[in-house]
């Protein structure tokens, strides 16, 4: 297949690096459109109770059917497309997104995609780690060179207990190593920790990280979705997290990579590396968010909690080309105004209708 190369859009004619054009495109709320989100399937071999939780999903839930999932050109032209946009930052998520098959084909076409300079994307992929063994030679060969595993917990029944399958830890640890001896940088963790399921497994992870290049991420519970039961009780706040660590392990403050990073950064002093937290719910990052969310049937969402997105592969199948597909996403973009997170804080915020469900929207 022939690589896509990334149009630039009417006006910005210079020869720019992905994600530097002149004018980006900004929504609403002025915030430019930098990062997409690609889920590529909305199966998963786990069952976590925060997101897919068995009691739901083992009733007869309705996964898309093949036909309707874009296919690999399908999401490679729409990514170039975004690409023209101002897109520099591509994440392939799920479900999980090892599960489709040939997703190494997937990566290859992505890391084609090359900006007016002849930059590429900053391409990542966030994985259970379940099957990350078998494919991640493949995936680090095709272009991938950032990967994130979801590690809830070190202790091997906590583990079991939050992906609900009984999936053993071990086979998850292997294959971070496995992925850090195939060359991928950064490997980052990140653990969703749930009050009365895993906030012990906090400092057991520091520990088994301290002294890796692994960059340890810790996440607050979000209320993502519809099923999986969310109550406030169950967060554990980030600052809460920081002083658990605070307790047997000196750590310091580092600066942001840069502005609007969601993950606020640490490090152990001793020099044993680099941790964060994302405090989604305490400390929402509205106001920086610039990712969109391209679901596995083709729909754009504008933000985690939205609960209706616009259908681009309606636009692609019935024979648009790049440019009307290219402006609807401007259109779509100019009218976003989300930021439930900040509202939900404020708690000024009743939403209407039913949110998506983050394995289908890309996590
Ligand atoms: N299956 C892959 C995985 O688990 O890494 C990718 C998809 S998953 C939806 C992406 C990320 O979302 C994971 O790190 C997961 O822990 C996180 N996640 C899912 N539900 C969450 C929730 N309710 N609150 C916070 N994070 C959540
Ligand atoms: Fe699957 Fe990831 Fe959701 Fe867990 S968080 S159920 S691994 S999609
Ligand atoms: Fe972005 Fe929506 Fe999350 Fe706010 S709540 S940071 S707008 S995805």
């Not at 083992?58 to 490679?76: K, T, V, Y």
């Not at 997703?103 to 994307?121: F, M, T």
């Not at 990280?209 to 996440?219: D, E």
Request: glycine share 8%; charged share 25%.
């Amino acid at each position: 297949m022939e690589p896509f190369n990334a149009k630039p859009i009417p006006g910005d004619t210079s020869a720019v690096q992905c994600g530097q054009l002149q004018s980006p495109i900004l929504d609403a709320l002025g915030r430019p459109l930098r990062d997409l989100r690609i889920s590529v399937t909305d199966r998963c071999n786990f069952r976590c109770t925060y997101c897919m939780p068995k009691q739901v999903f083992g009733s007869g839930f309705q996964f898309i059917r093949h036909q309707d999932m874009l296919s690999f050109e399908e999401i490679a032209r729409l990514a170039s497309i975004f690409t023209s946009l101002g897109i520099a930052k591509v994440r392939l998520t799920g479900g999980e997104p090892l599960l489709r098959r040939h997703i190494e084909r997937l990566v290859g076409y992505l890391a084609d995609i090359k900006c007016p300079d002849g930059s590429g994307l900053d391409l990542a992929l966030t994985t259970n780690g379940s099957v990350l063994r078998q494919k991640a030679k493949a995936l680090f060969d095709a272009g991938l060179k950032r990967i994130t595993v979801s590690l809830d917990a070190l202790d091997n029944d906590t583990y079991m207990k939050m992906n609900d399958v009984g999936f053993p830890v071990s086979i998850v640890l292997d294959a971070i190593e496995y992925a850090l001896a195939v060359g991928f940088s950064p490997v980052k963790v990140n653990a969703v920790i749930r009050k009365g399921y895993n906030e012990g497994q906090i400092l057991p992870l520091v520990a088994h990280f301290k002294g890796t290049p692994v960059i340890l991420r810790f996440i607050e519970y979000m209320d993502a979705g519809t099923r999986s039961g969310w109550h406030t009780d169950q967060i554990v706040p980030s600052a809460r997290i920081i002083e658990t660590i605070q307790s047997k392990y000196p750590i310091e403050p580092l600066e942001a990579n840069y502005p609007g990073e969601t993950a606020e950064r640490w490090r152990h002093t001793d020099g044993g590396g680099e941790i964060g937290v994302i405090s989604s719910i305490t400390q929402p990052f509205c106001s920086a968010c610039s990712r969109i969310r391209l679901s596995t049937d083709g729909k754009i969402y504008p933000c985690l909690f939205s609960t209706t997105g616009f259908d681009l592969r309606q636009l692609i199948r019935s024979g648009q080309p790049d440019d009307t597909i290219r402006q609807a996403v401007v259109d779509y973009w100019h009218s976003r105004a989300d930021r439930y997170s900040e509202l939900r804080l404020k708690k000024e915020y009743q939403q209407d209708g039913q949110r998506i469900e983050m394995h289908y929207i890309g996590g």
